[in-house]
């Protein structure tokens, strides 16, 4: 099994500030990472998919990097809307798809 | 523009069948290039992959559960839907459907349903 371990697991910030979140996979995947934002009550929403590309419609200050096992989901200025828990979901192979646990950002 | 929604009883007893559909609007589940997920999230906790469905294509389901479920595709009314049997409380969550996307052998999921809450007592 491929673990996935995200740090922290839970972030505070202020409005503004380059939020960094961290998830590292147990063996190597290489680009093969999404991530997701779950605002409480809700649905998780993805955010980035093959390591570094944004989907469709979210704001270009998400950004995604890395590859093999260390990868970083950045926001680049930090607004109140972004207070959510991000997941980090590995699709290196389709026999066990697993998620990081998650980190929470307070604003 | 792809809507799914989940639909099945809130409530399941011990040892009985868990069976949640979910309703596909706005995309077909023939779709080939398309997968068809359920995922669930325990109370306050992280997220676990049950299992994908495609249609002309095989099944996988997650090895915690595998013994125990099964994922139907009914192209008669573009639903999808889960069976899990045996339930414990553990089966407890909120269980989600979702469209997926391929990447290398695995998927990402690019559309959620809203989610329902399935309560093991």
């Known amino acids: 099994d491929i673990q996935m371990t995200q740090s922290p697991s839970t972030l505070s910030a202020s409005v503004g500030d380059r939020v960094t979140i961290t998830c590292r996979a147990s063996?190597?995947?290489?680009?093969?990472l999404a991530w997701y934002q779950q605002i409480p009550g809700k649905a998780p929403k993805l955010l980035i998919y093959?390591?570094?590309t944004l989907e469709s419609g979210v704001p270009p200050r998400f950004s995604g990097s890395g590859s093999g096992t260390e990868f970083t989901l950045t926001i680049s200025s930090l607004r109140p809307l972004d207070a959510a828990v991000y997941f980090c979901?590995?699709?290196?192979?389709?026999?066990?798809?697993?998620f990081g646990g998650g980190t929470k950002v307070e604003i | 523009q792809l809507q799914l929604q989940e639909s099945g009883p809130g409530l399941v007893e011990p040892s009985e069948t868990l069976s949640l559909t979910c309703t596909v609007s706005?995309?077909?589940?023939?779709?080939?290039?398309?997968?068809w997920v359920w995922i669930r999230q325990s109370p306050g906790k992280g997220l676990e992959w049950i299992g994908t469905?495609?249609?002309?294509?095989?099944?996988n389901y997650n090895p915690s559960v595998k013994d125990r479920v099964t994922i139907f595709i009914d192209t008669s009314k573009n639903q999808f839907s889960l069976s899990l049997r045996f339930v414990t409380v553990a089966d407890t969550a909120m269980y989600y459907c979702?469209?997926?996307?391929?990447?290398?052998?695995?998927?990402?999921?690019?559309?959620w349903g809203q989610g329902t809450l399935v309560t093991v007592s």
């Open positions: 063996q190597s995947i290489s680009k093969w």
């Open positions: 979702a469209r997926g996307n391929s990447g290398a052998s695995g998927v990402f999921f690019n559309s």
């Open positions: 979901q590995q699709y290196n192979t389709n026999s066990l798809l697993t």
């Open positions: 706005g995309g077909s589940v023939t779709t080939k290039s398309y997968f």
């Open positions: 093959q390591a570094s």
């Open positions: 469905a495609s249609y002309g294509k095989s099944n």
